[in-house]
């Protein structure tokens, strides 16, 4: 079994924007590598990769315009994130489709994101750098998350 979820990759030049974000030295907080960002679309947690890539390799998509911003927030207990908006669709589509593999979906809507930084205790006072940028979504990937916390794309597939 792999630790497997379904991702949306920034292009090169919005993940330069966001790993450019200031990143202050702050007590509890740890900051996403800029090789890591991405958004989540599906956490699929540990399943079979025959499974996801079955149940999504008989999607047909479609390409979304994801808007980031306009500032790094706090989101739930822990994290600090970039929203991403335009892929509620795309999101509702893969969470049908792989339903019967994996953890169950969350209950609540889909929350696009980029997390930028982890933190525990108290949540850094007054961090809230803006954020501009936008980017076609032209492709999901199936992303293994293997220990130490290194991300290695599965599969990939094209949004039409």
Known sequence: MARLFVAVWPPEEVGDVLAGLPRPDLPGVRWTAPERLHVTVRFLGDCDEGDAVAALSGLR???AEVVL???????G???LAVPARGLDDLAAEV???TRHI????PARPFTGHVTVAR??????????????????????????????????NVAAF???
């Open 61 to 63: 998509l479609s390409r």
């Open 69 to 75: 911003g306009p500032a790094v927030q706090r989101l």
């Open 77 to 79: 207990r822990g994290v």
């Open 95 to 97: 969470v049908a489709a």
């Open 102 to 105: 994996g953890q169950s979906p």
């Open 119 to 152: 933190y525990r205790g108290r949540p850094p006072a007054g961090y809230a750098p803006p954020v501009r940028a936008a980017f076609a979504a032209t492709e999901i990937a199936l992303v293994r998350s293997d220990p130490p916390g290194s991300y290695r």
């Open 158 to 160: 094209a949004l039409l």
